[in-house]
T-cell receptor, first 114, second 116 residues
Framework: AQSVTQLDSHVSVSEGTPVLLRCNYS??????LFWYVQHPNKGLQLLLK??????LVKGINGFEAEFKKSETSFHLTKPSAHMSDAAEYFC????????????FGSGTRLSIRP | NAGVTQTPKFRILKIGQSMTLQCAQD?????MYWYRQDPGMGLKLIYY???????DKGEVPNGYNVSRSTTEDFPLRLELAAPSQTSVYFC???????????????FGDGTRLSIL
């Protein structure tokens, strides 16, 4: 059975410093992995997607994530945080191309200190 | 570019009342989904549809019903509102999966529902 764990419920960084949001997954097959961002009172927006083409995936707004099969991880990073990055981030795993097999992590709230 | 539109944005219901949450998308996506989001939790799938006339239960379908008469619309109905249904509801749509890969989902801005 597939599952996803976001290791931190809240991360706080200073503006201009690196961001690391951690995600571990469990999957019986080669998974599809996604990161979404949710700003207050908004829906989720796709940041990036991994589907086995390349282990390092670049997304929007300077974010990227690296797929590490040996560690079953898909951590999200950004070299330099901006105030506008403050939001909730969700890691999502899917084993199959099935609408019902999409599992959301519980989310990580990212705060940015001035 | 409308994308996925949800109405209403906010609603307060009394226990036992019924209502329909509306969802419409203009991207010609076959797949549509309803999720609920509770504080500190990820999204839980209520119902989904892979095309007009086809719907199926997700992880938490009890107390809800859906229909899909057109590609564009996917309304969610609460028949007898209960306090446990207080939540934020999100509708999403996507293209069909390719091979073993799901396609990214496009989300509406949500409906915040309180049952008192």
């Amino acid at each position: 059975a597939q599952s996803v764990t976001q290791l931190d419920s809240h991360v706080s960084v200073s503006e201009g410093t690196p961001v690391l949001l951690r995600c571990n997954y469990s999957s019986s097959y080669s998974p599809s992995l996604f990161w979404y961002v949710q700003h207050p009172n908004k829906g989720l927006q796709l940041l990036l997607k991994y589907t086995s083409a390349a282990t390092l995936v670049k997304g929007i707004n300077g974010f990227e994530a690296e797929f590490k099969k040996s560690e079953t991880s898909f951590h999200l990073t950004k070299p330099s945080a901006h105030m506008s990055d403050a939001a909730e981030y969700f890691c999502v795993v899917s084993d199959y191309s099935s609408a019902s097999k999409i599992i959301f992590g519980s989310g990580t709230r990212l705060s940015i200190r001035p | 570019n409308a994308g996925v539109t949800q109405t209403p944005k906010f609603r307060i219901l009394k226990i036992g009342q019924s209502m329909t949450l509306q969802c419409a998308q203009d991207m010609n996506h076959n797949y549509m989904y309803w999720y609920r989001q509770d504080p500190g939790m990820g999204l839980k799938l209520i119902y989904y549809s892979v095309g007009a006339g086809i719907t199926d239960k997700g992880e938490v379908p009890n107390g809800y019903n859906v229909s899909r008469s057109t590609t564009e619309d996917f309304p969610l109905r609460l028949e007898l509102a209960a306090p446990s249904q207080t939540s934020v509801y999100f509708c999403a749509s996507s293209l069909p999966g390719q091979g073993t890969s799901n396609q990214p989902q496009h989300f509406g801005d949500g409906t915040r529902l309180s049952i008192l």
